[in-house]
T-cell receptor, first 114, second 113 residues
């Protein structure tokens, strides 16, 4: 079965640089979620999109922005990177018409900021 | 607001012993509850989920969890631990209307030979 695809899997950036993370949801899933997991931390919800519109917002820094495109893939753009942005970034997708909106997680993108 | 509390950030059990990982939730609406496992440097794998059907939920790898509304708990158990069960386990809650997951702080399970 198709799974959530994230690219790149690993990314190394310098402070103050910009990064773009991509997420390709499972086919026919209409909702995408982004989570950030810092070292030794639990995943924290950043933002979600339903049918290309932002549906919920969590603890996402103003330096970050995201969008969902017409093909339902999503991109998380991160600017002015800081050391504290080093984390594992998960994307998850779901089909909102489902009874409980089970989220399927991608393998994550590990971002290292030097 | 919803929240999840996982008691015990580290749990050690002997191989073959009972595994019990605790999760208590807080939710003003009927919750959906999930347990995920994360192996080192890997993503989140769903173990099992509670979606208001049966209160005793069976998952993969021999794990099960029981939803107890009176105790607001959703503890994860496995009768006999295996070395391959060593990993980080996360409990998560969501609900209709706000589908984002709220995760607990995780429990790292160590299995001793």
């Amino acid at each position: 079965a198709a799974g959530v695809i994230q690219s790149p899997r690993h990314l190394i950036k310098e402070k103050r640089e910009t990064a773009t993370l991509k997420c390709y949801p499972i086919p026919r899933h209409d909702t995408v979620y982004w989570y950030q997991q810092g070292p030794g931390q639990d995943p924290q919800f950043l933002i979600s999109f339903y049918e290309k519109m932002q549906s919920d917002k969590g603890s996402i820094p103003d330096r970050f922005s995201a969008q969902q495109f017409s093909d339902y893939h999503s991109e998380l753009n991160m600017s002015s990177l800081e050391l504290g942005d080093s984390a594992l970034y998960f994307c998850a997708s779901s089909r909102t018409s489902g009874p409980y909106n089970e989220q399927f997680f991608g393998p994550g993108t590990r971002l290292t900021v030097l | 607001a919803q929240s999840v509390t996982q008691l015990g950030s580290h749990v050690s059990v002997s191989e073959g012993a009972l595994v019990l990982l605790r999760c208590n939730y807080s939710s003003s609406v009927p919750p959906y509850l999930f347990w995920y496992v994360q192996y080192p440097n890997q993503g989140l794998q769903l173990l099992l989920k509670y979606t208001s059907a049966a209160t005793l939920v069976k998952g993969i790898n021999g794990f099960e969890a029981e939803f107890k509304k009176s105790e607001t708990s959703f503890h994860l158990t496995k009768p006999s631990a295996h070395m391959s069960d060593a990993a980080e386990y996360f409990c998560a809650v969501s609900s209709s209307g706000t589908y984002k997951y709220i995760f607990g702080t995780g429990t790292r399970l160590k299995v001793l030979a």
